[in-house]
T-cell receptor
Framework: SQKIEQNSEALNIQEGKTATLTCNYT??????LQWYRQDPGRGPVFLLL?????KEKRKERLKVTFDTTLKQSLFHITASQPADSATYLC?????????????FGSGTRLSIRP | KAGVTQTPRYLIKTRGQQVTLSCSPI?????VSWYQQTPGQGLQFLFE???????NKGNFPGRFSGRQFSNSRSEMNVSTLELGDSALYLC??????????????FGPGTRLTVL
């Protein structure tokens, strides 16, 4: 069955550094891979979507890469700030295929210390 | 534009009871998806509705059901509640439900506690 794993449960880094979060998946290549941010007590907020035929996507200080050979996506936050502290989720989206589902990783809790 | 709203925000039920949760999507959004979030299992996809029809479904038992109305509002029902159903239930809406336009906007969730 399809699995998706986010390697680190928690990541602590210094303000100003680049945070890199990892998402690995098994079996099928997802049609789309999404990244979300979730703050305590709130629903996830969509950040970026990358398609299987794209290598990289950027949005302001955020960058996502997608390596279908390694079956891995990396999520980078450059010039990190304490306000970036949150849980980040990746999601493997195969709702529009025969798999008919979207699968979320367990999340990485990112803490940016001043 | 108002975001996704979910009611109630908190709910306490006992085992064996049933519960109905409600979700109002962003105006103009036609796709509504439901998710269950627990500390142990994380965020799990329940089902998606589009134009009053269930379009996608996750791996949950038949006790979990839903429906969507003509105004795109959606309800989720859980019958014969079990302790393990205690979770945060999240609803997400999107414009058309198509792959490239399918930015999902999540509501704040309903926290269900089963005693």
């Amino acid at each position: 069955s399809q699995k998706i794993e986010q390697n680190s449960e928690a990541l602590n880094i210094q303000e100003g550094k680049t945070a890199t979060l990892t998402c690995n998946y098994t079996n099928y290549s997802p049609a789309y891979l999404q990244w979300y941010r979730q703050d305590p007590g709130r629903g996830p907020v969509f950040l970026l979507l990358i398609r299987e035929n794209e290598k990289e996507k950027r949005k302001e200080r955020l960058k996502v890469t997608f390596d279908t050979t390694l079956k891995q996506s990396l999520f980078h936050i450059t010039a990190s700030q304490p306000a970036d502290s949150a849980t980040y989720l990746c999601a493997l989206d195969r709702r529009y295929s025969s798999a008919s589902k979207i699968i979320f990783g367990s999340g990485t809790r990112l803490s940016i210390r001043p | 534009k108002a975001g996704v709203t979910q009611t109630p925000r908190y709910l306490i039920k006992t085992r064996g009871q049933q519960v109905t949760l409600s979700c109002s999507p962003i105006s103009g959004h036609r796709s509504v998806s439901w998710y269950q979030q627990t500390p142990g299992q994380g965020l799990q996809f329940l089902f998606e509705y589009f134009s009053e029809t269930q379009r996608n479904k996750g791996n949950f038992p038949g006790r979990f059901s839903g429906r969507q109305f003509s105004n795109s509002r959606s309800e989720m029902n859980v019958s014969t509640l079990e302790l393990g159903d205690s979770a945060l239930y999240l609803c997400a809406s999107s414009l058309q439900g198509g792959p490239l336009t399918d930015t999902q906007y999540f509501g704040p969730g309903t926290r269900l506690t089963v005693l």
